[in-house]
């Protein structure tokens, strides 16, 4: 079972950067690809990003190719979201989440969640 926790979400102006971090419990944290997704108000739950087990492989969403960058480190059990030129269009709820495989994009694909933090953009 693998426990996470999200943090670093708040309130930035258009342009501005924001690093979200994702704290996970459990043995089994490097055996899980993990990946973070994001949900405005009164649309459905996307994918952002994902990374590979051992941080090798990493995949994103074309709208923040270039932007966002999503990295690990299984010695601390830990995720990031590094957020970059923010648009006002990036404004959600983001979740942190773990997979047994790399490379899925929809969200019941993946096992576990974070209970998410809210990022928000102003213009």
């Known amino acids: 079972q693998v426990h996470l926790v999200e943090s670093g979400g708040g309130l930035v102006q258009a342009g501005g950067s924001l690093r979200l971090s994702c704290a996970a419990s459990g043995r089994t944290f490097s055996s899980h690809s993990m990946g973070w997704f994001r949900q405005a108000p009164g649309k459905e739950r996307e994918f952002v990003a994902a990374i590979s087990r051992s941080g090798g492989q990493t995949y994103y969403a074309e709208f923040v190719k270039g932007r966002f960058t999503i990295s690990r480190y299984n010695a601390k059990n830990m995720v990031w979201l590094q957020m970059n030129s923010l648009k006002p269009e990036d404004t959600a709820i983001y979740y942190c989440?773990?997979?047994?495989?790399?490379?899925?994009?929809?969200?019941?694909?993946?096992?576990?969640w974070g209970q998410g933090t809210q990022v928000t953009v102003s213009s």
């Open positions: 989440t773990a997979d047994r495989e790399f490379g899925h994009t929809v969200a019941p694909a993946y096992e576990y």
